[in-house]
């Protein structure tokens, strides 16, 4: 097997890149692990720094330092073309922008520790290109990639939800008034309105500015060539940092008393984070991203960076590393560190695997399809295609033409506003039971949701069922709304079957309900689903009811049923559907027109309508009378009728899924099929196929045997005419002579089909006397 | 040759009393409308099902459904008990094994039904259907599933671990039974048939990567998966780590968080094979096929006559058989039954059930020839029959009153086998280049070249012969 595979010198690597030998590139790799080590050694040692120095003064005394190195290496002055004003004033954005950035970086720090910042903060851009680009566009670069961003998502999740963090206990005594500054007021406030807890805020705030680094680093590429080098950049941009942050610094350190004993025993340290944070990691980086690979660099760095993060976590507070850390604080720090935990632990190896996986090279650069083998055997790839097809369309135009599309017709149209209504709603709800911390109103916002799955099924299908025929859709889409009408149906089924079984376990034992919230809301959800069924059951009048207008629609009940707050309302009805099939319909073709799609839609609201209703009906019986059982023999009997209903729709469109021939136009067909043996010349007429493709199309198709002296088109049209009348509008007709059989019989082949053709003859021969007889 | 006849009487008397069955009953129903059909749905149900008893094979699948509904009730207790959220997404993948018993069940009902009046392609599509509510049933679950967990993410109850595992291992070792000992064949062909999902994929990409290492595992993990049971194993994998969490660090949010991992997965498994079963009921051509399609139409176009090909429409009808019509305009002056002839015959190979409506413009305008085209039947027998035989007199190869006789030594001598075909078809094309001569006149200029199409056509029929190509080969599914 690995012999096949390396045969192949596309994948084998022959053809591509060329790779350096490891042995040449060991001494970048080592200085790059070197520097990794030492920038968390930094990053550790500025976390403490932190404790006592304000982030902004912190933040002032880096760039400064950083700017005075650079200045002394770069000499951005002296050498190189001047600096043009308008260049100036991009630096100067290029600053500001870069300096907010770590601000946030050194403010997520202080609020999630340092090796939770290592691992969430310090990744390459390439990395999290390739992660944005499996996330939001389709041409990801195969599983692997996908698996990548997975491990991604799921290790800062991990951190998210998994990581109980002993700090938490310490943010919480944190008081609001102890903020240093207007800034991190700010920032806190902001984070304590999401609603979550300090450091899970930290981790948040680190992955934007994360995100916001990258498109920085991107977006400043330009920007570094016109300058002339990054390097000389960054030394500008240093400096102007510095200089913009130093009247903030002046007004910080005059108004507010620093917690600093002397200045004096922070400058080893500071000197230390400067070096390894700020500058030897810039130049170490260039180099190796120059002499290595960017992949590789990025691989190896950010490897490195993890691991020697989780060591050092780990040998931080220990007595042994005392020495090494140069802000010895008292004893009773060390147990509200940020602790190592499983969390953090398994979130690492994530974002150690996701890394990896990320910044390895994609396989295939872009997707080609297989034309052929070239003579000796490599195959052949066409990969114009997929540079041709790639023409998407801005996103805002998209949703302008759908809108157009979609409010161009009726039924679309009325499912579209109705979705609108029913989402606004549930937004409503959900925004309120989040306002008012109800769990209740927000489970029912998250059920509302799962209905309007369905409406959106529907809007879709109304809308594809107007798209063209195409070579693959013969037919056009029309019979894309039956099966969203029987999906739909399925759905309902699914629906009640879950009422059911949660019905006959309430009935067993029948919980509380608090019925305070439920009267209001389902008397909204009441309202909108009543404007919701005045639409439809215009609709569905039009549609559906066969014949005879939509006469009783007995509507039901409900369910409303909660444990505590909970409240789920389902419900549903029977809509009318009666079927009249066969009594006085009208002969005319294409007369009334059976739209499962909106009679599914039109199901599901009426569910939602009785549910509503029979809520508030239980809430009643529950608060006046106490009546427990109420409701889930409520709830029972719903479902029941959900599942009663629905059997019409099902049944309907399996019939059409199946091919059945239309059972209204069955009678007719019958006619029109003796009619058509009637007809001068025929003898008689074999496999006949009709069934009803979508709502407005009946296709059919026939082998009609005739005499040799007849002219065959007059036959067809005949024969057309006549299954016409009948409903069928998509017609083939195929027109046997008997020299048809010779000429088949000369032509065909196998022992069998002479045979069936011999007997086809044969019944044309008992017709054509059987009529010389009458 | 007294079997032939034997056959062939047999053969054609049924076929004459289908016919008069059905002219009856086309008679009878134009007068009592309700005819018996008005048996109750139930005493139906139970005759199919006593239909599909009577087979030996579908007890098993019987014998598995009772057992399968016996461990659903078993695992949905469990999951009440437990109150786990990730146990009850793989309960529904039990479920889903109940539906693809009910499938095969269906699948073997299919075959032994002949089409019927109403259902006159057959039953084949109940399979489809049947796959395709299965798979749409199994999301709708996962669906809900999904709805459920993002409630309890706001308030995460806790999870009792005493039967979780015993609840996963009955699970896992009940499914993976299911699905390796009950042939499946409506589920076993579509998860081939239908694109892979991006469970497939991954573990595809994985083992990939780790034949690089270990080349000695490729030919087991090389090919591709099944979907099936894939999704078991990875199922039982996360409930595995649930089980471990919760019992070690309490972490409840765990089984919410797989529980939606299951519920994703399934999704993953389901939809490639849901869009395939969808796509066949929509009445879409197979993408497959487009490109053997093409090519036969194209050659179609070209033959003799044909001006254009047109109202394409092809769909299969269960999983395979190709079903089509098809609208193909011909020249005024060309011979219909002939043209209709090569068409037929060109497709045939591809399409079982073909329609195929010649269509002329303006036909009713007198054409010179229209006169002449009748004495072209005359002449075709001349082609036809063996050369000894002139004029329309001696019976012809297939004359209407002596059905096969003529074929005998095309049955009992092997021989002999071609070589009535292979001399017709010698002298085919002459005759027709004859005939044509004679016949047209004016239009013979325009003519004669393109006699060609035939002529390759006629060359390589013998070598078809008895090879028996027909739809047989087409039907891919059905042996």
């Known amino acids: 097997m690995d012999d096949k595979y390396s045969s192949n010198v596309i994948s084998g690597g022959k053809l591509g890149r060329v790779e350096v030998p490891n042995a040449r590139l060991t001494r970048y790799i080592v200085l790059l692990l070197l520097t990794k080590l030492l920038k968390a050694l930094g990053i550790f040692e500025s976390y403490d720094l932190l404790k006592v ?91 692997s990639k996908t698996r990548g961003a997975a491990f991604f998502i799921i290790a800062v999740v991990c951190l998210l939800l998994f990581d109980n963090d002993d700090l938490m206990a310490k943010m919480a005594e944190h008081p609001e008034g102890h903020h240093d500054s207007a800034l991190t007021h700010a920032l806190y406030t902001g984070i304590s309105f999401l609603g979550v807890a300090d450091h899970k805020g930290g981790v948040v705030l680190l992955v934007l500015a994360l995100c916001l680094k990258v498109a920085f680093h991107t977006h400043s590429r330009k920007l570094s060539v016109e300058i002339g080098g990054a390097k000389r950049l960054y030394a500008l941009s240093n400096l102007v940092s510095s200089v913009v942050l130093l009247p903030w610094v002046i007004v910080l350190s005059s108004t507010t008393e620093s917690k600093v004993e002397s200045w004096s025993s922070l400058a080893l340290p500071f000197a230390l984070i400067v070096f390894s944070v700020m500058v030897l990691d810039f130049y170490v980086e260039s180099i190796c991203t120059a002499k290595l690979e960017a992949l590789r660099c990025a691989r190896y760095g950010s490897a490195c960076l993890f691991l020697s993060g989780l060591l050092l976590a780990n040998f931080w507070t220990h007595p042994l590393t005392d020495q090494l850390r140069a802000m010895s604080k008292s004893g009773q720090q060390a147990s509200t560190e940020h602790v190592l935990s499983g969390g953090v632990l398994v979130s690492a190896c994530f974002f150690v695997m996701a890394d990896s996986i990320l910044s390895s090279p994609s396989e295939k ?121 029987f999906i739909n149906g399925l759905f309902l089924m699914v629906i009640a079957f879950f009422v059911f079984v949660e019905s006959v376990s309430r009935l067993i034992d029948p919980p509380n309900i608090n019925t305070v919230m439920l009267a209001p809301v389902s008397v909204g959800g009441l309202l909108v689903n009543l404007v919701g069924i005045c639409a439809f059951s215009h609709a569905h009048s039009h549609g559906a009811s066969k014949g005879s207008c939509s006469s009783h629609e007995h509507g039901h009940s409900h369910h409303g049923h909660g444990t505590g707050e909970h409240s789920h309302t389902h419900g549903h009805s029977h809509g009318g559907h009666s079927h009249s099939h066969g009594h006085g319909h009208s002969h005319s073709p294409g007369g009334r027109s059976m739209n499962a799609n909106m009679r599914g839609v039109f199901l599901h609201v009426l569910a939602d309508t009785m549910g509503s209703v029979g809520v508030i009906i239980s809430t009643v019986l529950i608060s006046q009378f106490g009546w427990l059982i109420a409701d889930p023999i409520c709830s029972l009997f719903i479902a029941t009728l959900i599942f009663l209903s629905v059997i019409p729709l099902l049944k309907d469109a399996c019939e059409v899924l199946l091919l059945r021939t239309p059972p209204e136009q069955e009678k007719d067909l019958n006619f029109a099929l003796e009619k058509v043996q009637k007809i001068e010349g025929v003898l008689s007429y074999r496999d006949p196929h009709f069934w009803r493709h979508s709502a407005s199309v009946i296709a059919g198709t026939i082998h009609l045997q005739i005499m040799s002296d007849v002219v065959e088109q007059r036959v067809i049209q005949q024969v057309t005419a006549v299954l016409k009348d009948a409903g069928v509008n998509n017609l083939t007709v195929q027109v046997e002579k008997e020299a048809y059989f010779q000429h088949m019989s000369g032509l065909s082949t196998g022992f069998h089909e002479v045979l069936a053709m011999t007997q086809q003859m044969e019944s044309m021969k008992y017709y054509k006397d059987g009529t010389c007889i009458m | 040759m007294v079997a032939v006849d034997v056959i062939n009487f047999k053969d054609s008397d049924t076929t004459i009393h289908r016919k008069k069955q059905e002219t009856d009953t086309y008679v009878l129903g134009t007068i009592h409308p309700f005819r018996k059909t008005h048996k109750s749905i139930l005493g139906k149900f139970i005759q199919e099902f006593n239909l599909v008893s009577s087979d030996r094979r579908s007890w098993k699948i019987l014998l598995f459904g009772v057992l399968n509904v016996i461990c659903t009730a078993c695992l949905l207790t469990w999951c009440n008990s437990t109150n786990s959220m990730a146990l009850t997404a793989y309960t529904y993948l039990t479920i889903f094994d109940l539906f693809s018993l009910i499938t095969c069940l269906i699948s073997s009902w299919v075959s032994m039904k002949k089409p019927s009046q109403v259902f006159s392609f057959g039953f084949d599509r109940f399979e489809v259907l049947s796959v395709f509510a299965s798979t749409v049933l199994v999301q709708l679950g996962a669906l809900f599933i999904l709805k459920e967990s993002v409630e309890r993410f706001m308030e995460q109850p806790e999870v009792h671990t005493g039967r979780l595992l015993v609840g996963t291992f009955v699970a896992l070792f009940f499914n993976l039974l299911t699905l390796l000992s009950v042939k499946n064949k409506p589920f076993v062909y579509v998860s081939e048939a239908a694109s892979t999902s991006w469970l497939q994929e991954h573990v595809a990409d994985l083992s990939r ?96 006559g044909v001006l254009e090909v047109r109202n394409e429409h092809f769909w299969t009808i269960g999983f395979g058989a190709l079903a089509g019509s098809v609208h193909v305009r011909i020249r005024r002056d060309a011979n219909e039954q002939m043209v209709l002839a090569h068409v037929t015959n060109r497709l045939h190979t591809l399409v079982s059930t073909l329609t195929v409506q010649i269509f002329k413009d303006d036909w009713s305008r007198p054409l010179l020839v229209s006169s002449v085209l009748p004495a072209g039947t005359h002449s075709l027998s001349d082609y036809i029959g063996p050369s000894g035989f002139l004029g329309p007199s001696p019976p012809p190869e297939f004359s209407f009153n ?72 087409m039907n891919q599914y059905r042996p």
């Open chain 2, 209 to 304: 990567s780790l034949c690089g290492i270990i080349p000695a595992l490729s030919s087991f993990l090389l090919p591709r998966m099944n979907p099936f049971v894939l999704i078991n194993l990875a199922g039982a994998f996360a409930l595995g780590i649930t089980y471990m969490l919760i019992e070690i660090n309490n972490y409840n949010a765990v089984d919410t968080a797989s529980a939606m991992a299951i519920a994703l997965m399934t999704f993953g498994t389901m939809y490639p094979m849901s869009v395939y079963s969808g796509k066949v009921l929509l009445q879409t051509t197979p993408s497959h096929v487009i490109g053997q399609l093409d090519k036969l139409l194209r050659e179609v176009s070209t033959l003799d």
């Open chain 1, 365 to 485: 650069g872009q997707k080609g399809t297989l034309v052929g083998y070239s003579p000796e055997g490599m195959p052949l790839y066409n990969l114009m295609g997929d540079a041709l097809q790639h023409s998407s369309q801005s996103l805002p135009r998209f949703i302008k033409d759908s809108l157009k599309q979609i409010l161009e017709e009726y039924d679309s149209r009325q499912i579209f506003y109705f979705l609108c209504l029913n989402l606004a709603f549930t937004f409503v709800e959900l925004f309120y039971g989040v306002w008012t911390n109800s769990l209740g109103l927000i489970s029912d916002g998250f059920h509302m949701l799962f209905d309007c799955s369905a409406l959106v099924l529907g809007l879709f299908a109304a809308l594809m069922t107007r798209w063209k025929a195409t070579r693959i859709y013969s037919y056009g889409y029309g019979r894309v709304e039956i099966l969203s009408g």
């Open chain 1, 53 to 143: 120095v304000h982030v902004v003064q912190f933040l002032f005394i880096l760039k400064l330092g950083c700017a005075v190195i650079l200045l002394f290496f770069q000499k951005p002055f002296s050498s190189g073309k001047m600096v043009a004003k308008r260049q100036w004033i991009r630096i100067l954005k290029h600053a500001v922008i870069s300096s907010v950035i770590s601000l946030l970086g050194f403010f997520g720090l202080t609020l999630c520790g340092p090796l939770r910042t290592l691992l969430l903060f310090e990744h390459s851009d390439l990395v999290v290109i390739s992660l944005l680009s499996v996330l939001f566009t389709n041409s990801g670069g195969g599983p």
């Open chain 2, 402 to 473: 002596t059905p096969g006789r003529n074929i005998q030594p095309v049955v009992l001598s092997s021989t002999q086998q071609h070589r009535p075909y292979s001399l017709g078809l010698a002298y085919g094309s002459s005759p027709y280049a004859g005939m044509l001569g004679q016949g047209v006149g004016l239009g013979m200029g325009a003519r004669m070249p393109s006699v060609q199409g035939y002529r390759t056509s006629f060359s390589a029929a013998p070598q078809r012969y008895g090879s028996n190509p027909l739809p047989s080969q």
